[in-house]
């Protein structure tokens, strides 16, 4: 794979790649990552617009009451311990960061729920850090165009993608993969056949 032929042809498809979670500050997009695991970012726009309209601030959400934040985000994936989640780490935010969310990525790593990738997320998006987050798109697409291999974990992956992309891409690059694999490189029926990597493809089902 050649790494230039990769960004080129990500930069033609997809220009204008970014977040499409809803976010006005560094908390907002901590809480929108953090329920975003296996739900959709649409199914978490959906809910924060009330959920942060509510609690504006870890202050506020450290003292939701637990049935109401819920309530809120009943319709997304996991909600129970999403919930349990977001309160626990704004009284963390509060009580050790000020309510501001910390750039460091141990600090990050060390909230409920949050884990690499979605530290990876806050620190390239909120803070310009630079950071490749991989999640399932991320890890499918280097998979089949052979820039990881299949049996390497997300840490590898992640690692992998670092060595072999300039820094200076990687925060731009991670959405770019992310359209990639939710619009083009689909995990069912990935349109093949009209893919200008398909050279490159080590996708043991890819039609040409």
């Known amino acids: 794979m050649n790494i230039t032929h990769f960004l080129d042809t990500l930069n033609q498809m997809f220009p204008d790649a970014k977040a499409e979670l809803n976010y006005s500050n560094p908390f907002e997009l901590l809480i929108a990552v953090v329920l975003s695991a296996q739900t959709t970012d649409k199914a978490v726009n959906k809910v924060t617009e ?114 072999k992309i300039p820094k200076e891409h990687w925060l731009k690059v991670h959405h770019q993969m992310i359209f990639f694999g939710r619009y083009h490189c689909l995990a069912k029926n990935p349109k093949c056949q009209s893919c200008p990597l398909i050279d490159d493809c080590k996708y043991k089902d890819k039609q040409k």
């Open 50 to 163: 009330q959920l942060f309209a509510n609690y504006p601030n870890p202050l506020a959400l450290s003292e939701a009451q637990l049935s109401d934040v819920e309530n809120i985000i009943k319709t997304i994936g996991l909600y129970h311990n999403k919930a349990k989640n977001i309160i626990a780490l704004s009284k963390e935010l509060v009580d050790k960061y000020q309510g501001e969310v910390p750039q460091e990525r141990e600090q990050l790593e060390s909230l409920p729920g949050v884990g690499r990738k979605t530290t990876n997320v806050v620190i390239s998006n909120a803070f310009g850090i630079p950071a490749l987050a991989v999640d399932t798109h991320v890890a499918r697409i280097s998979v089949r165009l052979g820039l990881a291999k299949a049996t390497d974990n997300v840490l590898e992956i992640e690692k992998k993608l670092n060595r």
